[in-house]
């Protein structure tokens, strides 16, 4: 037997993946099936969804999480979207039901996998676990089995008792927003962290937005808070959640909030020169991240962020 | 509303709180701090374990709120509901009130579904309005959410925020959550919804898993009921109007719970 002998002469660097949002939005191609993590009003991954429709990618599958918000909505709305996954797509006393959601569910123009958050998460367990399969008993007898024939009825083999057997979900790519981010991938949020370690686990590869970046040694005094390690694309992205709150940093900023809301109830109304209006105002009509948060008034993020600790 | 289900609440009992449900929020932090200090209560995905007898609070608008993680005693992630709710406390903390009285798992006493449309029997539908032809969906509901999870480990109450013919339905045209003869048909724990609570009333079920008129609210009659229920309902033996809320119970809710007025904006848009 020969062993080469090592040195170190030659050692590969390691892999880092610090890259900005177009390039990392590029990796995004027509068909994929990403998962969207945060939650309700919190913690979406705003710069790439911008850059996704920017780019005007097609035929997404989109998972959304457990409680999806309006950035799923907005991915709708801009024509991203072939198929729907997530229990629940709104944003609360804001909007109860997203309003693109609703006008493109009811005319069929996305196909909508009808769910539950532990039917969901038990999809997303077993792609985890690398199985085929999960038994849940959320949803036995609904209509959601009948709905979306993917879950199937079956008696637990040892008791006999009801449950559903849901099939391990496929996903490209979970783009999740944390609140640091070193440029190995190493990902840590700054208060809850609602579904997005299961997400992370669930797909293929994943994608960061942080809203600063952090040295490696930042990362090890706490290796606890690391929630995904070894990402596959990381994004330097402060206020990287707006509209939308980020845990730690800042609340949600209801005014922007209420101005994507009454866009997206004109595209539900079919106006669509109000819903294009918007959408160049605040989505497609800035090269990057940067330029976006320029266009916004600074006043208006100080009221943000003073919020966490009003 | 929420008055009426704080008065429900039991010292002790666990209480699940979910999305979009400030009712269900300003009512269970109004147990806790009128004569519950002892629930466990969870609010929506981001809470796990608050408790708020004696700190001053603001009723948010969203159940993700950075905010309110300053009153969680023990945070978990969302998707370990299942696993860790039951953790904490002991096993002394939960004997009696008919519950298994273990730490083990994930066992709840009460939760609060939504409903767009809801019927006699108490199925609730999340999901949306039958079209024609192959037109899956007239109307869109936001989804069915957790409920469909939570409801195998806790007992609902049912809340719509408009009594209407639109909204209480002979049939739903979608099922999200069972009602009473669902729920022993399909074997989940418990016996299914407790009550379903309206602006106006509040139903409960009779031993046909039927809902019956068990109250109403101040200046609503049981004639007004009937012509604004989409489902036939026959009156509960014990029927009788709910007592009004207390100068106590008002003071703490606006002054101590929702000072911003989320409930009054919640009710009027």
């Known amino acids: 037997m020969k062993l080469e002998p090592i040195s170190r002469a030659g050692r590969p660097a390691r892999r880092q993946v610090l890259m900005d949002e177009e390039d990392a939005a590029a990796l995004i191609k027509d068909g994929d099936v990403i998962i969207v993590g945060g939650f309700g009003t919190v913690n979406h991954p705003m710069p790439i969804i911008r850059a996704l429709v920017r780019r ?98 079956f008696n637990d083999p040892i008791h006999g008792e009801p449950y559903l057997a849901v099939p391990a979900l496929h996903a490209d790519w979970a783009i999740l927003h944390v609140a640091q981010a ?129 | 509303m929420a008055v009426a289900l704080a008065r429900d609440i039991v010292d ?24 519950a200090p002892n629930i466990k209560l969870q609010l929506g995905g981001t809470c796990f374990l608050v408790n708020v007898s004696d700190l001053p609070v603001r009723l948010p608008k969203t159940s993700t709120d950075y905010r309110m993680l300053r009153w969680a005693e023990v945070a978990f992630d969302h998707m370990e509901t299942f696993l860790y709710f039951g953790a904490p406390g002991g096993r002394a903390y939960y004997e009696g009130g008919g519950r298994p009285p273990t730490n083990k798992y994930f066992v709840g006493d009460k939760f609060f579904a939504g409903g767009i449309q809801v019927d006699r029997e108490g199925n609730t539908n999340m999901i949306g309005l039958k079209g024609e032809g192959a037109q899956r969906f007239r109307f869109r509901g936001p989804g069915s959410i957790g409920i469909p999870d939570i409801v195998t480990v ?42 379903i609570i309206t602006p106006r009333a509040i139903f409960t079920f009779d031993a046909k898993g039927h809902a019956q008129l068990s109250g109403t609210f101040a200046g609503t009659s049981v ?8 489902f036939s309902f026959e009156l509960d033996p014990e029927f ?7 100068g106590e119970e008002l003071d703490v809710l606006r002054r101590e719970i929702d000072g911003d007025g989320v409930l009054r904006s919640a009710r009027s848009s």
């Not at chain 1, 800035?286 to 009221?303: I, M, V």
């Not at chain 2, 979009?20 to 009128?34: G, P, V």
């Not at chain 2, 004639?223 to 989409?230: A, M, P, S």
């Open chain 2, 223 to 230: 004639q007004w009921v009937r012509e604004n229920t989409g």
């Open chain 1, 182 to 310: 070193d440029v190995f991938g190493n990902g840590q949020h700054g208060g809850a962290r609602f579904g997005d370690r299961l997400l992370s686990r669930a797909a293929e590869r994943v994608m960061l937005t942080a809203e600063r970046i952090v040295p490696n040694s930042e990362i090890r005094k706490n290796p606890w808070a690391t929630s995904v390690a070894y990402a596959d694309s990381v994004v330097e992205a402060p206020y990287g959640a707006h509209p939308f709150a980020s845990h730690g940093f800042y609340v949600e900023d209801e005014d922007a909030i209420s101005e994507y809301v009454a866009a997206s109830v004109a595209y539900r109304k079919g106006e669509v020169a109000t819903w294009n209006g918007y959408l160049e105002k605040r989505v497609t009509g800035f090269e990057n991240h940067r330029a976006y948060l320029a266009a916004l008034r600074g006043d208006h993020l100080a009221r943000v962020c003073n919020a966490v600790h009003a």
């Open chain 2, 12 to 35: 002790g009992e666990r209480i699940i709180s979910g999305a979009h449900t400030e009712i269900s929020f300003a009512a269970a932090m109004l147990a806790q701090k009128m004569h």
């Open chain 2, 240 to 246: 009788s109007e709910i007592t009004e809320p207390t």
């Open chain 1, 56 to 153: 005007k990618v097609k035929n997404l599958t989109v998972i959304g999480a457990a409680t999806a918000g309006l950035e799923i909505d907005l991915l709708i709305g801009a024509g991203c979207v072939r198929k729907i996954i997530a229990p629940y797509i709104g944003a609360e006393l804001h909007a109860p039901i997203g309003h693109c959601f609703r006008r493109a569910a009811e005319n069929g123009d996305v196909e909508v996998y009808e769910t539950t958050e532990y039917l969901l998460y038990s999809q997303l367990e077993a792609a985890a676990r690398g199985m085929g399969f999960m038994p849940w008993r959320g949803g036995v007898g609904t209509s959601i089995p009948n709905l979306n024939p993917d879950y199937v009825p």
């Open chain 2, 154 to 195: 806790a007992t609902p109450y049912i809340f719509v925020t408009h009594h209407d013919r639109r909204s209480l339905v002979p049939r739903v045209d979608y099922v999200s959550m069972h009602g009473p003869n669902g729920w022993s048909l399909y074997k989940y724990p418990g016996r299914g919804p407790k009550w």
